[in-house]
């Protein structure tokens, strides 16, 4: 007699890491909300206990769990590599890495006037440096990397989200900006498309009171076979471009389209990359800069 197909493990354990400042409590807290059962600074030799507790086949109470262990273990976190290789070999795992740049990390601990966790006797720089000396082969075995430096809180709970409550969604989250030129680049766009190639709408009276989200504008801007080229093109570019920065560690993109005023084709143009991105199965937002400028 045959026997019946075994059921799919649901169960889901994530291990919860990175550098001091950069969201993890938040990450955690948003874990919570989706139903993990939570474990914050637990110590790194009881993983394996928690582990076994959660896959013993005779209970099964918690499915999905995450723990949360950092810096606060002291030189105990460097055991963490060998004990997640060893679970990460016997059961599904995950191992999330949180950090962001030195910048933001110095700017938060200046916010909140805490000391590094690190302390004794270090400055707020000079723990963060060592904190990443120490992370550092903890962030190279890690499954996935997000960089919150570009995140707010809601941006990165919605990420979480995104990667977590739905398995088949891309871990990163795209930001697709409009912006006008004459008021200048994006400081913070990774990536920069100059369209000021195309027919400008602004010369067409009818079109000028308008913005690029109206449909008449767009239908102008699309009504041309340059942009439908460029649409192609980039969008093709795009889909190439991204899973290798994902394989980087790279959480957080923002592709940049520019023309004159940031009002008109611009706006068009990255209403439809945002689009097709999310239909691929990224995360993404739409920033419009300047579109509420002077349509003068």
């Known amino acids: 007699m045959a026997r019946p197909p075994r059921k799919r493990d649901s ?15 938040s990450v955690l807290n948003t ?17 394996p206990v928690f582990s076994d507790l959660l896959y013993d086949e005779g209970r099964g109470e918690i499915e999905r769990a995450a723990l949360l262990v950092d810096a606060r273990e002291g030189e105990h ?11 990460a070999g016997r059961h599904p795992s995950t ?8 910048e933001a990390l110095l700017r938060r601990f200046s916010e909140t006037r805490r000391p590094h966790p690190l302390g004794r006797g270090l400055s707020v720089p000079e723990g963060i440096r060592e904190e990443r000396r120490r992370m550092a082969p903890i ?12 995140f707010n809180v809601h941006e ?3 990420f979480i989200i995104d990667r977590f409550q739905n398995p088949g969604r891309r871990p990163l989250l795209v930001s697709v900006v409009s912006f006008g030129f004459r008021y200048g680049i994006p400081s913070d766009a990774d990536l920069v498309f100059d369209v000021r190639f195309l027919p400008n709408p602004h010369f067409i009276p009818r079109l000028r009171p308008f913005s690029g989200k109206d449909r ?24 190439y471009l991204i899973p290798h920065y994902i394989n980087e560690g790279k959480s957080y993109l923002t592709v940049a389209l520019g023309c004159t005023g940031g009002r008109h084709r611009s706006v068009t143009l990255a ?8 239909r691929t199965g990224y995360a993404t937002k739409v920033v419009h800069r300047d579109m509420e400028k002077s349509a003068s």
Do not use: M, W
């Open 31 to 47: 874990f919570e909300d989706l139903g993990f059962y939570c474990v914050d600074n637990l110590p790194v030799a009881l993983i």
């Open 216 to 239: 008449r504008v767009a239908r102008y801007i699309r009504s041309f076979p340059q942009t439908e080229q460029f649409l192609h093109r980039i969008e093709g570019l795009l889909r």
């Open 156 to 158: 990165l709970r919605q």
């Open 95 to 102: 191992l999330v890495f949180v950090e962001a740049s030195d």
């Open 11 to 25: 169960r889901q354990l994530v291990i919860l890491t990175g550098l001091s400042g950069s969201g993890k409590g």
């Open 139 to 150: 962030r190279r075995l890690a499954d996935l990397v997000i960089d919150t430096t570009k």
């Open 271 to 278: 209403e439809v990359i945002a689009r097709d991105l999310s």
């Open 77 to 87: 976190i460097e055991q963490l590599p060998g004990y997640y290789r060893t679970l």
